[in-house]
Structure formats: structure tokens, C-alpha cells
């Protein structure tokens, strides 16, 4: 299988086989549609070695180790099982050593499919394939995401409590810094953690406007719906009051080609005030910030009618120390956006399914990665969506970050 490939599973009982030149420590997650574990008995691993339709097998007898799934035997509320691999030696990285699954029939022992990630670099742990469903079928995904922070960042992303249950944190680790706290709400008209305060104003006039919003005569919703162009800003206001509280993120494209399936992958980076990510909701986390920010899913081919992704956002749930996102597109399999035509996102007012704001990327380039727009929380509070249309080589969302950080 190829990066980002999927096909049905083939068999009821599989075993995903991971082995590499270097030791590895394989582990399984049961995920809900919400992208996280029940609970850390849904983490099973050398040391929790059952769990509910999945099991861990240890290496021996020449056979490497593995995760068995009976898909029968999966609780209906788990939409996926994420197969991580992680280096026993935690000072070591998958540069050059990158490992392969090998999914057989665990009845038969026959192999269905193999995958190789390409070559990875300061990674420590990755997750390898998923196998998941699709309504009534069972398919598998080949990911080869990788993490730099070892099987910690991975369990952490998907709601594992570390410090009782991986097997990284059995091990002495270098003490990490202190948290930095989130930041607490701010009064009308002051600036965000971080952010230079503004000079005292004179009584009855405005607070002034953090870098990239809009100047005097602003264009706000109160004309209806707006046309964006590249660098064009508008607010979510009408007649002076925020217009908004949920808001949906339509994402869309075609394939430029006949009868080619185009495999892009929506998300949206969370920051805080210092230009931090907080978090990130992408097709392997669909809700983040308890539900306030909620992915549609994984399209795997663009075509079709209508937003092929879609990413509501409950902006009076966010919390106070998120003050940007940047809505992101990524060619999970790397293929160009080149190879794409007619690529827009559009926002929607959740309540009325009206359309607002549109953005037309008026052209491709031959980039993994682009930056289709930003939410900016001004000063004031108010929201404000600029278009950027900005390409970057970057086949994942964890690959945006530092390039979205730049652009807010």
C-alpha cells in the first residue's frame, strides 16, 4: 500500500504485524468517532495486553510483534483502531530504519497487505496503519504519521493518560519544563497575553486593531454575502454586534484530471496569543476543545457535489486562550495541487446554512500544502476571516503549524 491508501479489509480477523531493523514496541488505540479513547483501557500495549476486539502479541518464536483485531468483538462505539510502532531505545529515530506492517488473515496467516512509510527523520514514533469502518465494512488505512515526542505524544493526542499507562513514561526521562497556564479572559478593548498593550485612548474612541485587521471602513456582513480575493479580510459582524456564535468551514475541490481520485486532508490549527498551537482537529481527531470545534471526516477521492470536508466551529465554546485559526489542506498522499482544480472554502452560518464568505483559490501550485484562510479573535472580541491561498510543501497538518503560526 501506498501512503494514505485504504482498501477494504479482506477478512474479519486480522494480526498487523511492524517489524524494523532497530527494537521496536507496537501498540494499539480503540478510538471513538471523537478521535480519543474511553478511557486508558482502550491502550493496549506489552503491559495491557487485552482489550475489547483487540489484543497485543509479543515478539517470539520468530514472529514480531503485532495487534490482532476481531472486528466482531469491537465495541460499536470505536470507529478505529490506530496502530502505533515506537523505539524501545528512546534515544534513537526511525531515520533510515523505517519500519513495515504487514496485515495477515489471523486464521490463515495469509498476508493481504504491507506497508512502508517513506523515509521518516527525527521521528520517534509513528502511527503506522488504522483499521476502521465505513458504515457495515471494515477497511485499512496506510498513515506513517510520525512523532518526534515518542509513544507520549501519540497516547497523549488521543486522550491516554501517560503518565500511568505508556510504556514511555516507565522509563527516566529528562524533567520537562513548566506548562506555560492558558491565559485568562480578556476585558474588551485589552490585548491578549503577549501581545504589546495598547497605548490609553481617548474617551469614546475605538481600541485599535491588532496587525492584519481590517483598517477604517471594514467590510463586515451587513451588506450579505462577501466574495474574498487573496489577503481580503472581513469581519463577523452585523450592524455593529457579533452576527455569529457557530460556523462552518466548507472546504472543496476537484480533481483536474478524468477519473482521478484526489486524497486531501482538511484541518484546522488552533493558537494561542504568542502564535502557540493549542491544538489541531484533523481526520485523526474530529473534536477538539470538548466538541467546540468539530471535523466532518475523511474524504478520500474530491469527488461529488457539494464541501468534500466540512469544519464547524462553536466560537462562543472556544476557550478564552484561543485567539486564531488557520484552516489548512494537505495532500496526505502528495500529490500536487496541481492535480487539483476549482479548490474554494466558504463560510456558513450553522444556524440558517446560509452561505457568508467565500474564497476561490484562483490558482494551483505544485505544493502538498496550502493555507486556505484564517479566524483571528481581535482586541475587541470580534472574529475576523482573512483569505490567504498561501502553498506550502507540507503533506500534514503537523507539518503546517510552524508556516500557519507565521501567517496569523
Same mark, same amino acid.
Given at each position: 500500500m501506498?501512503?494514505?491508501?485504504?482498501?477494504?479489509?479482506?477478512?474479519?480477523?486480522?494480526?498487523?504485524?511492524?517489524?524494523?531493523?532497530?527494537?521496536?514496541?507496537?501498540?494499539?488505540?480503540?478510538?471513538?468517532?471523537?478521535?480519543?479513547?474511553?478511557?486508558?483501557?482502550?491502550?493496549?500495549?506489552?503491559?495491557?495486553?487485552?482489550?475489547?476486539?483487540?489484543?497485543?502479541?509479543?515478539a %517470539? %518464536?520468530?514472529?514480531?510483534?503485532?495487534i490482532?483485531?476481531?472486528?466482531?468483538?469491537?465495541?460499536?462505539?470505536?470507529t478505529?483502531?490506530?496502530?502505533?510502532?515506537?523505539?524501545?531505545?528512546?534515544?534513537?529515530?526511525?531515520?533510515?530504519?523505517?519500519?513495515?506492517?504487514?496485515?495477515?488473515?489471523?486464521?490463515?496467516?495469509?498476508?493481504?497487505?504491507?506497508?512502508?512509510p517513506?523515509?521518516?527523520?527525527?521521528?520517534?514514533?509513528?502511527?503506522?496503519?488504522?483499521?476502521?469502518?465505513?458504515?457495515t465494512?471494515?477497511?485499512v488505512?496506510?498513515?506513517?504519521?510520525?512523532?518526534?515526542?515518542?509513544l507520549?505524544?501519540i497516547?497523549?493526542?488521543?486522550?491516554?493518560?501517560?503518565?500511568?499507562?505508556?510504556?514511555?513514561?516507565?522509563?527516566?526521562?529528562a =524533567?520537562?519544563?513548566?506548562?506555560?497556564?492558558?491565559?485568562?479572559p480578556?476585558?474588551?478593548?485589552?490585548? =491578549?497575553?503577549?501581545a504589546?498593550?495598547? =497605548?490609553?485612548?481617548?474617551?469614546?474612541?475605538?481600541?485599535?486593531?491588532?496587525?492584519?485587521s481590517?483598517?477604517?471602513?471594514?467590510?463586515?456582513?451587513?451588506?450579505?454575502?462577501?466574495?474574498?480575493?487573496? %489577503?481580503?479580510?472581513?469581519?463577523?459582524?452585523?450592524?455593529?454586534?457579533?452576527?455569529?456564535?457557530?460556523?462552518?468551514?466548507?472546504?472543496?475541490?476537484?480533481?483536474?484530471?478524468?477519473?482521478?481520485?484526489?486524497?486531501?486532508?482538511?484541518?484546522?490549527?488552533?493558537?494561542?496569543?504568542?502564535?502557540?498551537?493549542?491544538?489541531?482537529?484533523?481526520?485523526?481527531?474530529?473534536?477538539?476543545?470538548?466538541?467546540?470545534?468539530?471535523?466532518?471526516?475523511?474524504n478520500?477521492?474530491?469527488k461529488?457535489?457539494?464541501?468534500?470536508?466540512?469544519?464547524?466551529?462553536?466560537?462562543?465554546?472556544?476557550?478564552?486562550?484561543?485567539? %486564531?485559526?488557520?484552516f489548512?489542506?494537505?495532500?496526505?498522499?502528495?500529490?500536487?495541487?496541481?492535480?487539483?482544480?476549482?479548490?474554494y472554502?466558504?463560510?456558513?452560518?450553522?444556524?440558517?446554512?446560509?452561505?457568508?464568505?467565500?474564497?476561490?483559490l484562483?490558482?494551483?501550485e =505544485?505544493?502538498?500544502g496550502v493555507?486556505?484562510?484564517?479566524?483571528?479573535?481581535?482586541?475587541s472580541?470580534?472574529?475576523?476571516m482573512t483569505?490567504?491561498?498561501?502553498?506550502?510543501?507540507?503533506?500534514?497538518?503537523?507539518?503546517?503549524?510552524?508556516?500557519?503560526?507565521?501567517?496569523?
Open positions: 501506498a501512503q494514505g491508501g485504504n482498501a477494504p479489509l479482506g477478512s474479519a480477523r486480522v494480526v498487523i504485524e511492524v517489524t524494523a531493523p532497530k527494537r521496536l514496541d507496537v501498540s494499539g488505540l480503540l478510538l471513538t468517532a471523537a478521535g480519543k479513547v474511553r478511557s486508558d483501557a482502550d491502550f493496549v500495549f506489552f503491559n495491557a495486553p487485552q482489550g475489547p476486539g483487540v489484543t497485543h502479541r509479543p %517470539g %518464536g520468530g514472529s514480531p510483534d503485532a490482532a483485531v476481531d472486528t466482531a468483538a469491537v465495541p460499536g462505539e470505536i478505529r483502531i490506530v496502530v502505533t510502532a515506537s523505539l524501545d531505545d528512546q534515544r534513537a529515530t526511525f531515520a533510515g530504519t523505517e519500519p513495515t506492517a504487514t496485515l495477515r488473515d489471523a486464521d490463515t496467516g495469509r498476508e493481504l497487505f504491507t506497508f512502508t517513506p523515509r521518516l527523520s527525527r521521528e520517534t514514533a509513528l502511527v503506522v496503519v488504522e483499521v476502521y469502518r465505513r458504515g465494512e471494515w477497511k488505512r496506510a498513515v506513517g504519521q510520525g512523532y518526534a515526542d515518542g507520549a505524544g497516547a497523549t493526542d488521543f486522550g491516554v493518560s501517560v503518565e500511568e499507562r505508556t510504556p514511555a513514561a516507565a522509563a527516566a526521562t =524533567p520537562e519544563a513548566p506548562p506555560v497556564p492558558p491565559a485568562a480578556q476585558a474588551p478593548g485589552t490585548a =491578549p497575553r503577549g504589546a498593550t495598547p =497605548p490609553p485612548q481617548a474617551p469614546g474612541t475605538p481600541p485599535p486593531m491588532p496587525s492584519g481590517p483598517a477604517v471602513g471594514k467590510i463586515t456582513l451587513d451588506k450579505g454575502r462577501v466574495n474574498l480575493v487573496k %489577503g481580503g479580510s472581513v469581519s463577523l459582524e452585523k450592524g455593529g454586534k457579533p452576527f455569529l456564535s457557530s460556523v462552518r468551514m466548507g472546504l472543496g475541490w476537484e480533481p483536474a484530471g478524468h477519473g482521478r481520485s484526489i486524497d486531501l486532508d482538511a484541518s484546522v490549527i488552533a493558537f494561542d496569543a504568542q502564535r502557540e498551537k493549542i491544538d489541531t482537529a484533523w481526520f485523526m481527531k474530529l473534536s477538539i476543545f470538548n466538541g467546540a470545534i468539530a471535523h466532518s471526516g475523511d478520500l477521492t474530491g461529488g457535489g457539494g464541501d468534500d470536508e466540512a469544519i464547524t466551529v462553536h466560537l462562543a465554546g472556544l476557550p478564552p486562550e484561543v485567539c %486564531g485559526l488557520v489548512v489542506v494537505n495532500s496526505f498522499s502528495g500529490q500536487k495541487f496541481t492535480d487539483i482544480k476549482n479548490a472554502c466558504r463560510l456558513v452560518d450553522t444556524a440558517t446554512d446560509q452561505e457568508l464568505v467565500r474564497f476561490d484562483a490558482q494551483s =505544485p505544493h502538498t493555507a486556505m484562510c484564517k479566524l483571528v479573535r481581535q482586541f472580541g470580534e472574529w475576523v483569505a490567504l491561498g498561501e502553498y506550502v510543501n507540507a503533506k500534514t497538518a503537523r507539518s503546517m503549524v510552524k508556516p500557519a503560526a507565521a501567517m496569523l
